[in-house]
């Protein structure tokens, strides 16, 4: 018995040490291509900026305007994006190739996964990017008409505009991931909805008067002179 | 010509069967049925009275109108009126139509009146809008004769106004145009402006004519191609201009966004030509005359104040982006002003409105939202004008708008510096 337990806990023993004498090794390759695959990420960074630098392509970003709507997206530079994303793509490539070495099935599997769900996510991150634009302009846009107009709460309607464009661009991304679709999709009508319904609501109990007088306007006495909508102002021209 | 294929082919089969002209009136239509008759008499008399020998033209061109303006522009009754010596006109007076699109868009109509003035080899042409009521036969004299006989390439009007009419004009347009370019046309943006073969030539073949501000403001754009170029260019007095009783009134929005928005542009395109000319260059004035009209209605200015204060209140982060953080403090100060003692001074009206020149230049937000952004401090501005003149006389008008204008000249090098380097 005695025997038996002491073979059985050698045999255990024996097996780490293999273990450990296998892995190990494989461990230390791991380390050395994540940390040279670093060394190297950070050099093409270096030498990508260097050449971007050269090129003068902040310039070209101020010319076309992209550095302005980066700006507003608060990203960074064009040649700070682009070096940056070289960098972590190089290094992802490096430190994957290294988790390969370690020969643990599972963990490759995921990893093929995650090289197959890597160009959604990055339409999805792009899908973010356009709704973030799109927002910043349209709610800024819809300030000024609001501000001009002279409306009462420019400020809601601009968040609102801000809102509904954000709602749209994460349910787009979330679907284009496909994470949980019938659940953003729910949600995105939910939410949409519920907002709308509440708007009409608020228009309607609210804003009565408002809403009879806007009827009244545009679609009661069309011969009457359209005022601005501000009262009377002395004429620009 | 730069793009001959716009025109119509009917348009241009009337243009053959007129041959070449002397004179060309332009008339830019939409649903003036009821007006056009009288426009086109009015025109048709003038040429009878003072142009009897000349070879004439009148073109319409229609944007879109549902009614029969075309028809009532072409078969409205010729007058044959006899001037003071007893002759009528000797030539025939030609009435050609087309219809340039769907929709009013100012730009096209006017290039297609220059594209017409190019292919009949006009050497005077004139503009003038159906809309426009007290119409004259010596308001089409004034302005083509500068042009006919006195050599001007550009023609201006200069309408006597109330004390609180044309106040963007008294503002803005003009000092500003005037320190920038040098030159001084009051009514930069007018329906009513006359030009000469050359000008028209010169105009057409620019590739402009996609672009927005032309073709929201081709007047703008065109008076200041004439004050940057090679060309000779006058005012000319025409009389009260009465604005058309029951139509809609001009909205302050779109006439700056339009206006403004030419201005600027016109700034960004001809930025090489103003930047390094401070010298003046000489109006003539072709027809002097009385500017200001008495009797103006009371405008309440409490309204613009209020929507003064709102909007500097609410824009903050817009405007945080267009004007540097001194003059932003400086006008959020001014918004806590009450009515009574409220006052945007000059010094700070030119200042913001050249930082705001310079942002649309820098395009440091969509160019469109930098020049909406300007209209609370116009309303501002304008209320300010208001409280200041309730009282005043003509000459004390005349003299505090001299001021304002001497104000943009003196800052004309801070434009300038704005211009060149981005904050």
Known sequence: ??????????????????????????????????????????????????????????????????TRVLRKAALPSVIDLLSGLLFWLVWLGFILLGISVLHISELSEQISRLFQFLPQVVVAILILFAGLVAANFFSRAALLAAVNAGSRSPSVLSWFVR???????????????????????????????AAMLALAIAFGLGGRHLARQWLERYIGDKKKPARSEVGDEPSPL | MADETFLADDFL??????????????????????????????????????????????????????????????????????????????????RIVTKYDSVPVPGNALRTVLAAADLLRAKACAILSPNTENVTPAWIE????????????????????????????????????????????????????AFSGRLASHC?????????????????WMAITALCKDFKYGQSFLGPKLRPVGGPAPDIVTVVRQVVGALFWCLENESAAWMNKATER??????????????????????????????????????????TAGTLSEIERTATLDAPSFNISHELWVKAVYE??????????????????????????????????????????DADSEVLCREFEKQRPYLIERWKVKS
């Not at chain 2, 078969?75 to 007076?93: F, Y």
């Not at chain 2, 106004?161 to 930069?188: C, N, S, V, W």
Request: contains cysteine; glycine residues 6%.
């Open chain 2, 13 to 94: 089969r009337q243009l053959m069967s007129v041959g070449e002209v002397d004179l060309l009136v332009g008339i830019p239509t939409h649903n003036c049925e009821k007006n056009i008759g009288d426009t086109v008499a009015t025109i048709e008399k003038a040429f009878q009275e003072k142009f009897a020998r000349e070879r004439v033209v009148i073109v319409g061109v229609d944007g879109g109108s549902t009614d029969n303006t075309c028809e009532a522009l072409l078969n409205s009754h010729a007058t044959g009126a006899a001037n003071s010596r007893g002759i009528t006109s000797l030539r025939t007076i030609h």
């Open chain 1, 1 to 66: 018995m005695k025997a038996t337990i002491l073979q059985g806990l050698q045999q255990a023993y024996d097996n780490l040490v293999h273990m450990v004498a296998e892995f190990l090794p494989r461990f230390v390759v791991m380390l050395i291509i994540v940390a040279g695959g670093l060394l190297v990420a950070a050099l093409l960074r270096y030498i990508l900026r260097w050449i971007l630098h050269l090129t003068r392509l902040d310039r070209l970003s101020d010319a076309a305007g992209a």
């Open chain 2, 142 to 193: 004034n302005l083509i004769e500068p042009v006919y006989r006195k050599s001007l390439d550009f023609v201006a009007p200069v309408y006597s106004r109330h004390k609180y009419d044309g106040l963007l004009a008294r503002i803005l347009l003009y000092p500003m145009t005037r320190a920038a370019f040098g030159g001084q046309l009051f009514e930069l943006q007018s329906d009513e402006f």
């Open chain 2, 356 to 397: 705001f020149a310079a942002s649309y230049h820098w395009d440091v937000l969509s160019r469109d939202h930098v020049v909406q952004a300007l209209v609370p401090l116009y309303r501002g501005k304008t209320s300010s004008y208001l409280i200041r003149h309730q009282d005043s006389s003509f000459e004390q008008i």
């Open chain 1, 163 to 193: 809102f509904v464009i954000w709602i749209l661009a994460i349910s787009m991304a979330l679907e284009q991931i496909g994470l949980a679709k019938q659940t953003v999709v729910a949600a995105f009508t939910a939410i949409f909805g």
């Open chain 2, 204 to 220: 057409l073949n620019q590739e402009v004519w996609h672009n927005e501000a032309v073709r929201d403001a081709p007047q703008t």
């Open chain 2, 282 to 323: 000489p109006t003539q004035f072709a027809a002097n005359g009385h500017h200001w009209l008495e009797g103006a209605d009371q405008v309440n200015p409490t309204r613009g104040w209020e929507m003064f204060r709102s909007g500097i209140g609410e824009l903050t982060p817009v405007l945080q982006s267009i004007v």
